[in-house]
């Protein structure tokens, strides 16, 4: 069942158990106000009875006239009975006074009903004796119109329930055009138009937040997919020159004889070409594997001068540490250790060594370790070729490489696989750079 059909239904379903409510309670309390209404005028007919039965005589002629004329205006179906509160009841009254005439005071009155006639008995005194009269009648009047006011409900109903059944239809269909506007524009989404955003309403009620959860979502997929078509394309270029060199080496060393100094050479081409190609298919593995949630060892408490030590080690493979400013750990009051991944914080410390020493010829490389405000800060500053302002926020998109830094080797990996190393350390990267200036990464990592 569709939410629109839902919600009609819970809609009109409401309403009918609210109307429904209401008219027990219209019902119930005009027969309340009715059969207290037939008291009062019963209470009135008994003292009339008293009157006529009991003090006549004692009246004087005219007012003992008008209470005969006053007595003849009966009730529908009206009896009165004269009786002694101590003799025998008769059996239509008996099941109602029978066990309460006996509590009974002067002035005292006893209220009841029997299907749809009602009664009033009350006790009189006179003469030093007790009399009790009971009046009982039919309110004809008041149970027409009760049936009629039941009728009325009755009818009203299926009625009043048809209009709101209509007008919850039409309201919840309107309510839910945009929704629907929204599912038919879904539909025409695919890899080929991911940019169809959907229809943001003018209300900014639950379809405008939903909307624009989804048109959120859109964004970042589309973002994820371009960025995906553009890291397949880059690495499909990168893996393919040396593939071509390759080849085209090995193709032009069997085309004919030559020398062994001309073999030599074709293979040490050839050699060069596969271990970019490895440390290309290396990189792009790394980055895979930092990409990765869930599955990345857990963090450990490593002391600070052993963290050193290994970056220290990890930078040794390509260049001299001794070309590199290290900070001197001894006279600062630091904690003892650091909270990290000891295998990828040596990596990424050791990929933005590598490019520092890499875009600075002068190898005027610095290395800063600092404490404040419960965040470790390591920063690396080099005076080599700087980024261009206009490319330092896309550094750290994989196999980007600024214009100034084409001519070095590279993937354009590294600070990628950085980027996301700290980021799953809950740190920041930060890159500040000036063209022919120099650069300076700085990471903070939550100690």
């Known amino acids: 069942m569709k939410i629109r059909h839902r919600l009609t239904l819970l809609f009109t379903l409401s309403v009918a158990g609210v109307m429904l409510l209401l008219y027990f309670f219209i019902y119930y309390y005009s027969r309340d106000f009715h059969q207290r209404e037939f008291f009062d005028r019963l209470s009135d007919r008994v003292d009339l009875t008293e009157k006529f039965f009991l003090e006549e005589s004692r009246l004087p002629p005219q007012l003992a006239r008008q209470v005969r004329e006053q007595f003849l205006l009966k009730l529908s179906n009206e009896q009165e009975w004269l009786l002694d509160p101590e003799g025998v ?24 009903v029997d299907q749809h006639r009602q009664g009033l008995a009350r006790i009189y005194e006179l003469d030093g004796r007790h009399h009790l009269i009971v009046v009982t009648a039919v309110d004809e009047f008041g149970h027409t119109k009760l049936a ?14 048809a209009l709101v059944g209509l007008i919850g239809w039409f309201a919840t269909r309107r309510a839910l055009m945009p929704l629907d506007r929204n599912i038919a524009r879904t539909r025409e989404i695919t890899a080929s138009n991911l940019g169809t955003r959907l229809e943001l309403p003018a209300q900014q009620d639950e379809i405008y937040d939903f909307s624009a959860i989804i048109n959120d979502l859109l964004d970042r997929l589309q973002g994820a997919f371009e960025f995906q078509k553009k890291f397949i394309s880059n690495a499909s270029h990168e893996i393919r020159n040396p ?25 040490e081409t050839i050699a060069q070409e596969a271990e970019r190609l490895h440390q ?68 990424a410390m050791a990929n933005l060594i590598d490019n520092a020493c890499k875009y600075d010829p002068t190898k005027t490389i610095s290395v800063d370790i600092r404490y404040a405000s419960g965040n470790w800060i390591f920063e690396v500053t080099d005076q080599g070729v700087g980024i261009p302002e206009s490319e330092l926020h896309l550094v750290t998109e994989p196999m980007y490489r600024a214009t100034n830094a ?41 100690h």
Not at 304 to 333: A, C, F, Y
Request: glycine share 6%; aromatic share 6%; with cysteine.
């Open 89 to 112: 009841l008769p059996d239509s009254l008996a099941p109602f006074l029978s066990m309460r005439v006996a509590q009974l005071k002067p002035g005292d009155e006893i209220q009841f």
């Open 148 to 161: 009629n006011l039941q009728r009325i409900l009755m009818f009203s109903l299926p009625f009043s329930l």
């Open 243 to 267: 593939l071509t060199v390759i080849a085209g080496e090995a193709e032009i060393a069997l085309s004919a004889e030559r020398p062994a100094q001309a073999y030599r050479q074709s293979l």
């Open 280 to 347: 290309l298919v290396n990189s792009l593995l790394s980055l895979a594997r930092t990409g990765g949630e869930g599955v990345l060892p857990q963090r450990e408490q490593v002391p600070l001068p052993e963290l050193l030590t290994d970056i220290q080690e990890g930078v040794s493979t390509k260049h001299d540490p001794s070309d590199i400013q290290w900070p001197d750990l001894t006279h600062h009051s630091f904690p003892e250790s650091v909270s990290c991944n000891r295998m990828l914080f040596r990596s």
């Open 406 to 446: 084409r001519p070095f080797p590279g993937q354009g990996l590294g600070l990628a696989m950085v980027d996301r190393i700290i980021r799953w350390h809950a740190g920041t990267l930060q890159i500040e750079s000036i063209q022919n200036k120099g650069t300076k990464a700085t990471i903070r990592i939550p």
